[in-house]
């Protein structure tokens, strides 16, 4: 994909003090965020705010900009997306009636794109029939995409459905709207973070792994259609929108819950992507009690986990589900392919994701290599999002059936 150009309509509301966090996360992600700033928003929240978190001159006039009057027109035709975040009652009123006397109504009447609206307003200004019938009339034309209100307290302090999405939920929405949905109708099952392995009630072995790279996919796949379960080891992470998740410790509890999604005859799933950093080993014997420090050394007996990729894949009889493994190494690039080339036939899988450790864990982006049986393929820098979509490309590609 290449990168997508979200104009960011700002509006007059408390809520608005959101959406430099919205720009924040768009960018991350590898989005071109425009700001746009309405009258009213300028009481809320200053253009260098937005001007320096983007990079992007920040336009609230329709004129005085270029050619007077044709503003709106070049930013319609530059939008993949337009967001109003957040979007106040008048906002969906003006919008609704077709109107177009500021910058941000002319755009969004101007504009084929779809506009992404996320309401914010005291409770009983949503619930009023006029503008719930402003919200049937702007569903009704097809272009327009709700993210919330939510149930919360608003600035008022008033508690009730009338409070803005967050803006994890929004950006979400804002992907959804630009991505392909080449994966409807799939069921895709990704593992994601490390296992924890307890020695006693407060010490454990684990790894390095914080479930980065798998919540990207998992998110990237439900904004392309698919049923997502999103198998998670214990990570500081927020479930990407509309994605089931199922919270698992240990490998055994890991194996159990990928049984559950993927089912008996592994008919349950189309896909499964193994991005979890699953242990090697796990105490043979778990202290009931915390071990005491004595001053002596301490041996603990290890045993070896089951390699949950590679049972599945020797119980895969046809082309689904799909596998994916990755491969995480410390040698160099030569060192890397070649182990990525072992588990691909050891594991029976698709392909492999091989990274170096120190390009993966705790980062935002990845240095990856995709190996399969006859190819194995640089892609180089990507940040995770970006990544994920690539990983899901090859997914969809190899889906029987699929155009090659």
């Known amino acids: 994909m290449s990168r997508p150009v979200v104009v960011l309509a700002i509006t007059g509301s408390i809520a608005a003090y959101k959406a430099p966090i919205v720009a924040r996360l768009l960018l991350k992600r590898g989005a071109r965020v425009i700001p746009l700033l309405t009258k009213s928003a300028r009481e809320f929240i200053g253009s260098a705010t937005l001007s320096g978190l983007t990079g992007e001159r920040v336009h609230?006039?329709?004129?005085?900009?270029g050619v007077a009057g044709e503003l709106h027109v070049d930013l319609a035709k530059q939008a993949?997306?337009?967001?109003?975040?957040p979007a106040t009652a008048d906002t969906l009123a003006r919008l609704a009636a077709g109107r177009a006397d500021d910058l941000l109504t002319a755009t969004a009447l101007c504009a084929k794109c779809t506009v992404v609206l996320a309401p914010?307003?005291?409770p009983n200004m949503w619930s009023h029939?006029?503008?719930?019938?402003?919200v049937a009339a702007l569903a009704e034309d097809g272009r327009v995409v709700f993210v919330g209100p939510v149930l919360g307290e608003v600035a008022s302090g008033d508690l009730g459905v009338g409070r803005m999405a967050e803006p994890e939920a929004i950006v979400d929405a804002i992907f959804s709207a630009l991505s392909p949905r080449d994966l409807e109708g799939r069921h895709i099952v990704v593992s994601a973070g490390p296992t924890i392995e307890d020695l006693d009630p407060v010490r454990f072995i684990g790894n390095r792994s914080t479930g980065k790279m798998g919540f990207a996919i998992a998110s990237r796949a439900k904004s392309r259609g698919a049923r997502v379960t999103l198998v998670a080891g214990p990570v500081a992470l927020a479930t990407p929108s509309g994605v089931?998740?199922?919270d698992v410790r240990g490998a055994l509890e890991m194996r159990a819950a990928l049984a559950a999604a993927l089912g008996p005859d592994l008919a349950g799933a189309d896909a499964l992507i193994m991005t979890a950093a699953v242990g090697d080993y796990r105490p043979r014997d778990t202290s009931p009690t915390k071990i005491k420090r004595d001053g002596k050394p301490l041996s603990i007996?290890?045993?070896g986990n089951p390699d949950l990729l590679a049972e599945i894949g020797a119980r895969r009889s046809g082309a689904l589900p799909m596998l994916v493994g990755f491969a995480v190494e410390t040698s160099d690039e030569a060192g890397l392919i070649a182990a990525a080339r072992v588990k691909l036939t050891s594991k029976r899988v698709d392909f492999i994701v091989a990274n170096q450790a120190a390009d993966s864990f705790g980062?935002?982006?990845?240095?990856?290599?995709?190996v399969s049986a006859d190819a194995a393929e640089p892609l180089g820098v990507l940040d995770k999002f970006t990544l994920a979509?690539?990983?899901?490309?090859?997914?969809?590609?190899?889906?029987?059936?699929?155009?090659?």
């Open 244 to 246: 089931h998740r199922v």
């Open 80 to 85: 993949d997306v337009i967001a109003v975040v």
């Open 301 to 303: 007996e290890l045993v």
């Open 363 to 370: 980062r935002d982006d990845n240095r990856a290599v995709l």
């Open 60 to 65: 609230s006039s329709a004129f005085g900009e």
């Open 389 to 404: 979509d690539r990983i899901l490309d090859r997914v969809v590609q190899r889906f029987p059936g699929a155009a090659t």
């Open 129 to 134: 029939p006029a503008t719930q019938r402003n």
């Open 120 to 122: 914010a307003m005291f």
